[in-house]
C-alpha cells in the first residue's frame, strides 16, 4: 500500500512570494491532515478535512494560509504571502477510521519550506 | 491551549542502555500516542494507548498511559543504533481527532 505523498520536498521562497504544497493521501482514507512543524518542535495541526469538508482550522492563519481538498482526495496548502516565520516542514498525514475502530494518522515524508 | 510537556529534551544512549522518557499534561487526555520521527522523515507510530493504566508493548518499546490520563512514558530496552531519532508523544482529546504533541525528546548516540 502506498503511503502519503507530498511535493516538492523542499521549496526555498523569499518573504513575501506565494507557495503550494500538494499532498496526495492513503487510498480511501477520508480525513487528511495539514501539519507545521517548526525546527526543533512537534507538529501543529494547521487543518483537518474529512472528505471535501473542513472539521478544524482553528490553528490555520486564514489571514495568508489557505487549503482545499475539492474532490475530496489530494489536497493543497497554500501561503500567500510567505513570511520569514512560516519557514518549517508542513507535514500531511491522512487516516481512515474502520468501523468501530480508532483513528491512526500516516504521515507524509514532509515539504521543508525555507523563506528568506 | 493544551499543551504537553516531554522530558528529557535529549538524551545520549549506549548500545544495550535501557532509557526513558516521559510526557506529562495540564489537561487529560483519551488517548496516548508516541511516534518516531527520523531526519527528512514524517512520524510514524510506534504505540497507541486508549485506557488509562494502559500497558503496551511493541517488540522492545514499553509505553504506559498514567492513571490521571494527564501523563505517558515511554521506555526502550537494549537500546540499538537505530533508536536514535526524535521521539514524540501526542494525546487527544475528547473532542475529535485532533492530536496535540510533545515538543519530542531526541536521542543520539554517546560518542
Known amino acids: 500500500e502506498a503511503g502519503v505523498a507530498q511535493s516538492p520536498r523542499y521549496k526555498i521562497i523569499e518573504k513575501r512570494q506565494s507557495v503550494a504544497f500538494w499532498c496526495n493521501p492513503i487510498s480511501g482514507h477520508a480525513t487528511l491532515y495539514w501539519y507545521q512543524q517548526i525546527l526543533g518542535q512537534g507538529p501543529k495541526l494547521l487543518i483537518q478535512f474529512q472528505n471535501n469538508g473542513v472539521v478544524d482550522d482553528s490553528q490555520l492563519p486564514k489571514d495568508r494560509f489557505s487549503a482545499e481538498r475539492l474532490k475530496g482526495v489530494d489536497s493543497t496548502l497554500k501561503i500567500q504571502p510567505a513570511k520569514l516565520e512560516d519557514s518549517a516542514v508542513y507535514l500531511c498525514?491522512?487516516?481512515?477510521?474502520?468501523?468501530?475502530?480508532?483513528?491512526?494518522?500516516?504521515f507524509g515524508p514532509g515539504t521543508r519550506l525555507t523563506v528568506l | 491551549g493544551q499543551q504537553l510537556n516531554q522530558s528529557p529534551q535529549s538524551m545520549f544512549i549506549q548500545e544495550g542502555e535501557d532509557v526513558s522518557m516521559n510526557c506529562t499534561s495540564s489537561?487529560?487526555?483519551?488517548?496516548w500516542l508516541w511516534y518516531k520521527q527520523d531526519p527528512g522523515e514524517g512520524p510514524v507510530l510506534l504505540i497507541a494507548?486508549?485506557?488509562?493504566?494502559e500497558l503496551t508493548s511493541n517488540g522492545r518499546l514499553t509505553a504506559q498511559f498514567g492513571i490521571t490520563r494527564k501523563d505517558s512514558f515511554l521506555n526502550i530496552s537494549a537500546s540499538i543504533p537505530s533508536d536514535v531519532g526524535i521521539y514524540f508523544c501526542a494525546g487527544r482529546g475528547a473532542a475529535g481527532n485532533k492530536l496535540t504533541f510533545g515538543g519530542g525528546t531526541r536521542v543520539l548516540v554517546k560518542p
Open positions: 494507548l486508549y485506557k488509562a493504566g
Open positions: 489537561s487529560i487526555f483519551n488517548t
Open positions: 498525514a491522512s487516516s481512515s477510521r474502520p468501523p468501530g475502530g480508532t483513528d491512526t494518522q500516516y
